[in-house]
């Protein structure tokens, strides 16, 4: 079984980013990853507290959503994608930090665009406030929507979507 990494596994940058399905013996260690990732941003608006961002990821965890990520075997991350009508929301994307800066969460990324490409549906991501996670998503491609008490709202906008207006405006 895999284990999470503490520390890079490797320097080798041509290490495949692998998603792959999570299960409910995974949930310690994505509860682990969540609060590592996001201690830092939840610090500076004075706002962390384990026992709340553990309770509320146990509160919404679905499996069958949720992929490991996984760079030579060792758990680096996740993602949780849901499935709404007309969108999928990516409600999280953790990589833990010894990890990031390696381009794992640009490739966890670049797979979820072909899968959302592939089904023709635009992706919905938040953000918390001065987070870096801001500069991530706009530097992917996700264009800011609209701002919330404590998070800003993005889209990707399908690449396959068709521009059905006519050049003359009609």
């Given at each position: 079984?895999?284990?999470?990494?503490?520390?890079?596994?490797s320097t080798d940058h041509n290490c495949a980013?692998?998603?792959?399905?999570?299960?409910?013996?995974?949930?310690?260690?994505?509860?682990?990853?969540?609060?590592?990732?996001?201690?830092?941003s939840l610090e500076r608006l004075g706002r962390?507290?384990?026992?709340?961002?553990?309770?509320?990821?146990?509160?919404?965890?679905?499996?069958?959503?949720?992929?490991?990520?996984?760079?030579?075997?060792?758990?680096?991350?996740?993602?949780?994608?849901?499935?709404?009508?007309?969108?999928?929301?990516?409600?999280?994307?953790?990589?833990?930090?010894?990890?990031?800066?390696?381009?794992?969460?640009?490739?966890?990324?670049?797979?979820?665009?072909?899968?959302?490409?592939?089904?023709?549906?635009?992706?919905?991501?938040?953000?918390?406030?001065?987070?870096?996670?801001?500069?991530?998503?706009?530097?992917?491609?996700?264009?800011?929507?609209?701002?919330?008490?404590?998070?800003?709202?993005?889209?990707?906008?399908?690449?396959?979507a068709v521009d059905l207006e006519q050049p003359?405006?009609?």
């Amino acid at each position: 079984m895999p284990r999470v990494l503490v520390m890079p596994a490797s320097t080798d940058h041509n290490c495949a980013v692998v998603l792959c399905a999570a299960s409910n013996n995974d949930l310690e260690d994505l509860v682990s990853i969540r609060i590592e990732a996001m201690r830092e941003s939840l610090e500076r608006l004075g706002r962390f507290n384990p026992d709340r961002a553990r309770e509320r990821f146990l509160g919404g965890f679905d499996a069958s959503s949720t992929r490991r990520i996984e760079v030579a075997g060792d758990l680096v991350g996740f993602v949780v994608i849901k499935d709404h009508q007309d969108e999928l929301l990516l409600d999280h994307l953790y990589v833990i930090p010894s990890a990031q800066g390696a381009g794992i969460g640009s490739e966890a990324l670049t797979q979820i665009f072909r899968e959302a490409d592939e089904i023709g549906r635009p992706i919905r991501v938040g953000a918390l406030k001065e987070s870096a996670s801001n500069r991530f998503y706009t530097r992917h491609g996700f264009v800011f929507v609209e701002s919330g008490e404590f998070d800003n709202y993005y889209v990707r906008i399908n690449r396959n979507a068709v521009d059905l207006e006519q050049p003359d405006g009609s």
